[in-house]
């Protein structure tokens, strides 16, 4: 408050110009308030839209190069059929060897005519029909994966991690005894898209909600490093050991050389795709009372 003390003689006019004077002057900055920031972020994961694989088709024991070629052509319409109208192309031409063993009498030939087939397969078909193809004696290649580009990010994400930024800063405020006040600055930083290390793929099926169109869980009931898989195969148990899932599965009725083909494949990896969205928060910083 200020008070202006007027005499008798002073000049009134004089007065009240100095009195206007002193009530606008401007009154002092106030000084910046306290505050803290916390940076929040989330991770949105992506597994591949479609998997690649290379198939061998081989048919055997044909007696001449024409019959070795036409039963090659069986087998290959007999996979066709196991794709169910996948993206099915040849990767290479049709080839045909012959195979001499012994000498004389006891001597054997036979024609063998290979080839092989790139399968590109959507998620929902991936697991069922390559474990189908392995079981009817195709031989598989390790896959590889094919990512289309990212569809946009929406607000989920954005939320999600300023979310975890508050969360951050009440957990502090907590601990150091003070009160939030407004939020100050918000900060939306550019995301980061990367690769993540490959998964085992009993491991994806953490990454998975039950909607997911790769559709692991009815094939992983746990992603665990004991491959405890219920795959619709009949899994050899000893008469003399509990129930319990074994840490490598052995396929009953099964040739062994498919059996570890099929063990094999399931041991492969998939790469997972992670875009990481952050949010900086900064927020005024108020006393307890």
């Not at 690649?52 to 019959?67: L, N, P, Q, R, S």
């Not at 993206?87 to 030939?109: F, L």
């Not at 601990?175 to 930083?189: C, H, S, W, Y």
């Not at 899932?245 to 040739?255: C, K, N, W, Y």
């Amino acid at each position: 408050v200020s008070t202006l003390t007027l005499g008798v003689d002073e000049d009134l006019e004089a007065a009240i110009e100095r009195l206007k004077q002193v009530f606008t002057k401007d009154p002092p900055a106030p000084g910046p308030r306290p505050r803290t920031s916390a940076t929040g972020s989330a991770v949105h994961r992506r597994l591949p839209d479609r998997a690649v694989i290379e198939v061998g088709v081989e048919a055997d024991g044909a007696d001449t190069a024409t019959e070795a070629r036409k039963k090659l052509v069986g087998r290959l319409d007999e996979m066709v059929g196991l794709v169910k109208g996948s993206d099915c192309r040849p990767a290479a031409p049709a080839r045909c060897r012959k195979t001499t063993v012994g000498e004389g009498d006891e001597k054997e030939e036979w024609f063998t005519a290979t080839t092989t087939v790139i399968l590109r397969l959507e998620p929902g078909d991936f697991l069922d029909v390559a474990l189908e193809l392995l079981r009817q004696g195709f031989v598989l290649a390790a896959p590889t994966y094919e990512f289309d580009p990212p569809a946009p990010l929406g607000s989920d994400l954005h939320r999600e991690a300023a979310a975890d930024a508050r969360s951050k800063l009440e957990a502090t405020a907590e601990a150091a005894g003070f009160r939030l006040g407004e939020v100050i600055v918000v900060n939306i930083l550019d995301p980061d898209t990367g690769r993540e290390s490959s998964r085992l793929l009993p491991d994806v099926n953490a990454l998975l909600d039950p909607a997911d169109r790769w559709g692991l869980q009815s094939h992983f009931k746990t992603s665990n490093q004991a491959l405890m898989m219920d795959l619709s195969l009949p899994w050899r148990r000893s008469k003399d050991v509990a129930l319990i899932d074994p840490a490598e599965p052995v396929v009953e009725h099964l040739d062994p050389e498919v059996d570890e083909k099929v063990i094999d494949f399931l041991k492969s990896e998939i790469p997972v795709h992670a875009t990481t969205v952050k949010v900086d928060l900064t927020v005024e910083i108020l006393p307890f009372g």
